[in-house]
Structures are given as C-alpha cells and as structure tokens.
C-alpha cells in the first residue's frame, strides 16, 4: 500500500515527534512525505491555547536542510508568514485569530498541491493521502488495512477526541479532528483545494461556536463526503505535544519577582514626592540603622542607630 503524507503547518515540536511518525506509519508503509511550513517555529496569532514552541526561528534554509535530512521528502515548501489582524472567530467560548484559520488552509492547500503536482509529473498512484501537523506524536501505528466502510472511496477518517459524552461521529462533541486525516487522493484533493469553502464556514457562528473542527467537518459533509472518527483518540494512540505553556511561565516569572520586590522592600525603603525623600537601610527591624530624609523647604536628618 503507497501513502502520500502532507505535513502543514508550523514545526513546532517536530523534533520531538518525528521518530514517532517513522515507528508507527513511514516505516510499516510505502510513504512519500510533502512538506509545507513556515519560517517561524511557532504561531503569532491568537488561539485557545498559551503554549509555544521552546525553539526560536532559524534561517528557512537551514530549517529546508534539517527537514529535508530527517523526513527526505519528495517536495517542500517554506513560507515567509506576515501576521495580519482579520478579526476572530469564537469558538467554544474561546476567540481564535481568522487570520490563523486562514494559514492553517493554505498550509494543508499547498502541502496537496505539492503532492499533486509530483503525483503527475511521476505517474504515481497513491492508496491514501494522510495530512498531519508536524507536533503529532504517534503512540500507536496505523492500519489502513482495517478501513472496512469506504466501499464508495467518499469517506475522509479523522483522528480526535470526545469533548464531552462519547457521541459517535456527531463532530459538534469531537476536537482535534483537524490534526490527523487521512481519505483517497480525489477526496483529500476536493477538501483542500477548496478552502474558501471551508473558511466561509468557520466564519458561521452558528457551526463554529462547537469549533472550528466541526465547521471543517460540517464543510467537508455539504461536498457529500463522509467523515468518520477513527478509533485513534487523543491521549490513546497520539498525543499533541505543544511546547511551553506561556502563560504559566509569565506567572511563574511574575510570582518570582514578586517575592524579589517584597524582600528588597524588607532591605531598603525609598520614598520620594516634589518636596520630601527618604531612604531608610532595613525598615523591616523595629529599630533605625540608618534613615536619611530631606525636605526641600525645610531641613535634612540623618540618623545612626536606635531611634528613641
């Protein structure tokens, strides 16, 4: 069985997961890997989430030389991306950068177009093409031999998670679907060359106050195409490992120097306005060590020592 594998969007964690894509699909398949990314290792839009990537940015040239020595693709694409502000969705209560939607499309777009261009230019037959993000990590392999309901080749499998209650393919309750799928050349080809209509429908509170993910699904259901939910869940058979949560690390940094401004102000306080300044050596001991004020109209003290 020949699969093609697209890898969009930014790189992220790659590094971290890489290994796991070649034990669990590039190693048990005939695969050849197309690549569309960008130049940052990570997004500056606004999503959901607060983690990044640890790993700054880095030439596109040597980012095309490292990914092109781990993943040997047959194509890859690196794109320069210039942040622009087009408003948010809301999507489970949470906003989401339009503009990053947008990118996300044209990332999983070109990575087909890549694909589809060197599927012609060799005369290549593919079994299934799989889109996946970069930051993936594959705990369990695979099995495209177990597909048992696609007799119509009108099918697109999802990986995901379950939101709340199980609810089997009703994507309004499933997240993640958008990160691993996978459905036979024609049907991936008529998902992706076609983002408009996907992001028409992101644009539509009514689908996508459930998420982006089911206004996708729902887009992808109007085509006549079927999405199925694999038995291949989140925290199961993959993980997405993110990065760094910044938020927490803004917190953290905070707290610390919170604690380094309460223990100065135990060593030394300073009080200026116009006309009066004060410093005093220790404050925190019920007696003066040393206390300096001036007032600007009247006079100065100095005092050493306990203070009667």
Known sequence: MKIAVQ??????????????????????????????????????????????????????????????????????????????????????????????????????????????????????????????????????????????????????????????????????????????FFAKPDVISSVLNDPDAIINQIKNPETTQYGPEYSIMYAIEKKKIRPVLLNYLLFESFNIVRGTDTAKQDQEKQRTSNKFHDFARKIIRLHFNHWNFEFVLLPCLPFNIFNFSINATKHFVISLGKVD
């Open 7 to 180: 890898l969009f969007g930014h790189l992220r964690t790659y590094k971290q997961c890489y290994q796991s894509l070649f034990q669990n699909l590039l190693n048990h398949y005939d695969c050849d890997v197309f690549i569309h990314t960008w130049e940052t290792m990570d997004h500056n839009t606004q999503t959901w989430h607060t983690y990044r990537a640890c790993e700054t940015g880095q030439s596109a040239e040597k980012l095309r030389r490292e990914i092109t020595q781990i993943y040997q693709p047959k194509a890859v694409e690196i794109e320069k991306q210039i942040v622009k502000d087009e408003g948010v969705i809301v999507a489970n209560d949470k906003e989401i950068s339009l503009f990053g939607m947008k990118c996300m499309m044209h990332s999983m777009e070109r990575a087909n177009k890549l694909r589809e261009e060197y599927q012609q230019a060799n005369n290549v037959h593919y079994d299934y093409v799989l889109c996946v993000r970069p930051d993936i990590m594959l705990l369990n392999p695979i099995n495209f031999e177990d597909l048992a309901d696609d007799d119509d080749g009108k099918c697109l499998y999802t990986a995901g998670f379950y939101k709340k209650k199980k609810r089997l393919n009703d994507f309004k309750y499933i997240g993640a679907s958008d990160v691993l």
